[in-house]
Nanobody
Framework: VQLQASGGGVVQPGGSLKLSCLASGFVAGDSYVIGWFRQAPGKEREGVSCISSYDGSTYYPDSVKGRFTISRDNAKNTVYLQMNSLKPEDTAVYYC??????????WGQGTLVTVSS
């Protein structure tokens, strides 16, 4: 499985960004979970959001709930993360993540999001 993330950049507090992750190399029809993690300098990697291919259920930690929205376009094999009301503490490298039915973790190359005035 290959994951190609894009959409990071610099934004002011309160602004918005939309990340994209193009996934390829997986078997269409297999169940999987795809989403985003982030890692800020000096901190552990943390889950930001994910969506299940099985039923479309989503997950958000409290830190981003109500501000971030994950969505997918199955025809384009792409998952998106719409990030609104960004805060300086959202600054991190964001990684696309995929886990299929075999339980193997796949990671994208990371895209940097900087929230600063």
């Amino acid at each position: 499985v290959q994951l190609q993330a894009s959409g990071g950049g610099v934004v002011q507090p309160g602004g918005s960004l939309k990340l994209s992750c193009l996934a390829s190399g997986f078997v269409a029809g297999d169940s999987y979970v795809i989403g985003w993690f982030r890692q800020a300098p000096g901190k552990e990697r943390e889950g930001v959001s994910c969506i299940s291919s099985y039923d479309g259920s989503t997950y958000y930690p409290d830190s981003v709930k109500g501000r971030f929205t994950i969505s997918r376009d199955n025809a384009k094999n792409t998952v998106y993360l719409q990030m609104n009301s960004l805060k300086p503490e959202d600054t991190a490298v964001y990684y696309c993540h995929f886990k299929g039915i075999r339980g193997v973790d796949y990671w994208g190359q990371g895209t940097l999001v900087t929230v600063s005035s």
